[in-house]
């Protein structure tokens, strides 16, 4: 089944411990991207790959970090969370970074900071 | 950053109305989108119009790119309990690649 993957999906953690998301896809798709949505303000986005080793800047990427290493994971890394942080955050892949392209998220994972 | 307005924030109705909402936004859009979120699931993509004045039709649902290109709107006919979730509209910025987001419209039926 073609599908994007999330873990964990409900992670409660206090400021300052370094944390790691993970997201793969199954589909070979080329694009990834990291959002965050929070009450209020829809789904903003905080990182986005177009390839291995190809990463940039979304809308909020302050105190993200990311890697594309492989090609089916896009990890969202949190050095150093704190309580602005907290949010439900999504992954996405598509097969290019072409509008046409249709992007599947995976299911979410709702973080809390302490 | 950019954004997109998305109304109303919530509505509650009766299971077999209609239902109607729309974003708008003071920037061109070259293309419109429109997701349900599920509760506990992700965004899905219903609607996808590319064209201004493009009116596309997926079952129950409508939507339409406005021909000023800064509006869209999504109607939903005869509403029953599964359409229950957050739609989003999501806009491609003229010259650009990326996604803007709406606020998200969360609907709730009664049976």
């Known amino acids: 089944e073609a599908q994007v993957t999330q873990n964990p999906r409900y992670l409660i953690t206090v400021t300052g411990k370094k944390l790691t998301v993970t997201c793969s896809q199954n589909?070979?798709?080329?694009?990834m991207s990291w959002y965050r949505q929070d009450p209020g303000l829809g789904l903003r986005q905080i990182y986005y790959?177009?390839?291995?080793?190809?990463?940039d800047k979304g809308d909020v990427p302050e105190g993200y970090k990311v890697s594309r290493k492989e090609k089916r994971n896009f990890p969202l890394i949190l050095e150093s969370p704190s309580p602005n942080q907290t949010s439900l955050y999504f992954c996405?892949?598509?097969?290019?970074?072409?509008?046409?392209?249709?992007?599947?998220f995976g299911p979410g994972t709702r973080l809390t900071v302490t | 950053g950019q954004q997109l307005n998305q109304s109303p924030q919530s509505m509650f109705i009766q299971e077999g109305e209609d239902v109607s909402m729309n974003c708008t936004s003071s920037?061109?859009?070259?293309?419109w989108l429109w997701y349900k979120q599920d509760p506990g699931e992700g965004p899905v993509l219903l609607i996808a119009?590319?064209?201004?004045?493009e009116l596309t039709s997926n079952g129950r649902l409508t939507a339409q790119f406005g021909i000023t290109r800064k509006d869209s709107f999504l109607n939903i006919s005869a509403s029953i309990p599964s359409d229950v979730g957050i739609y989003f509209c999501?806009?491609?910025?003229?010259?650009?690649?990326?996604?803007?987001f709406g606020q998200g419209t969360r609907l709730t039926i009664n049976p």
């Open positions: 996405a892949s598509s097969l290019g970074l072409d509008i046409t392209y249709e992007q599947y």
């Open positions: 119009l590319y064209k201004a004045g």
């Open positions: 920037s061109i859009f070259n293309t």
């Open positions: 589909m070979n798709h080329e694009y």
């Open positions: 790959s177009m390839n291995v080793e190809v990463t």
């Open positions: 999501a806009g491609q910025l003229w010259g650009a690649q990326k996604l803007v």
